[in-house]
């Protein structure tokens, strides 16, 4: 048999390996917190706050934890927006292609996209000592801000790069300023990739803990404002399954459950969001 097709087939096994390793650990992952969490699953978990002795097995749901995680990743990505979009546009519409600055910018990005979130999030409470903050809602929004701010710049850059220049020569032709261009131009032909990117860095930042373990603090009530702790699921899962009770363990995957499906709806009316936005793309 030839080589090359040897070479092949030996390649395209190793791919279809590694994409059912992807997806077992994916459905065991989903089994598992299913199997386990289901059961424990209750409207009281969905509608009501910790009570006492929640910890201890007794009555309470973790509608805290679920709304603090919203307020944290929804205003963490508002904040990583207002932050990201500016400087991704800058790279790709006012830096020239292949100046070293946009190199260096992208490459200091990818470094801060592998810190890891502890470090963040020591980093953040550091801030807080600093400015003389407490732990609170908007210390755990900053920090968690500071933890996707690369995440969304880089997939972002990334969408705008595969926007045709000819698009972007016709723009100039016509007058228009480098700043009408971003805005009007480069921004209506990314969006589908613009959102998708908010969805990825709102994914990372509503599934973190060690970032809001120091600054978010934890409470049993929902905060009412930015100056009051916040609690979040995934704090709310690790408190849980620290427990030596079974039955508070158990809401423990109820909650991890609940996580996932958060993400999974988001991710769906990304994707419908994406769908509807991609007719004005010209392609």
């Known amino acids: ?45 969905l509608t009501q706050i910790p009570r006492g002795g929640y910890y201890l097995g007794k009555e309470g749901g973790i509608l805290n934890a679920i ?19 500016p400087v991704a546009l800058y790279l790709n519409v006012y830096l020239r292609k292949g100046s070293r600055l946009a190199a260096w910018i992208r490459f200091s990005l990818d470094v801060l996209w592998g810190v890891p979130s502890i470090v963040i999030g020591a980093f953040g409470f550091t801030i807080m000592l600093f400015f003389g903050l407490r732990a609170s809602l908007l210390a755990g929004i900053i920090t968690v801000a500071l933890l996707i701010i690369p995440i969304m710049i880089r997939a972002m850059d990334e969408v705008i790069k595969m926007i045709p220049p000819k698009i972007v020569e016709a723009s100039y032709s016509l007058g228009a300023t480098r700043l009408e261009t971003a805005f009007k131009v480069v921004v209506r032909q990314a969006l589908p990739g613009i959102l998708t990117a908010i969805l990825i860095a709102f994914g990372r930042g509503i599934g973190d803990a060690a970032s809001v373990l120091f600054t978010a603090g934890y409470t049993d009530s929902i905060p009412n404002s930015l100056s009051r702790p916040a609690a979040t699921l995934p704090l709310a899962i690790f408190f849980q399954l620290g427990t030596p009770f079974p039955q508070v363990q158990d809401r423990a995957y109820a909650s991890a459950l609940i996580l996932t499906v958060l993400i999974v709806v988001i991710s769906l009316l990304a994707r419908l969001l994406t769908k509807r936005f991609t007719r004005h793309i010209v392609k």
């Open 1 to 45: 048999m030839d080589k090359r097709k040897i070479e092949e087939k030996f390649f395209k096994g190793l791919m279809i390996l590694s994409l059912l390793l992807i997806f077992s650990c994916l459905g065991l992952i989903l089994v598992t917190i299913t199997v386990k969490g289901l059961p424990a699953l209750d409207w009281a978990m």
């Open 67 to 85: 709304i603090g995680s919203l307020y944290v990743a929804g205003g963490a990505a508002f904040l990583a927006l207002a932050v990201s979009l």
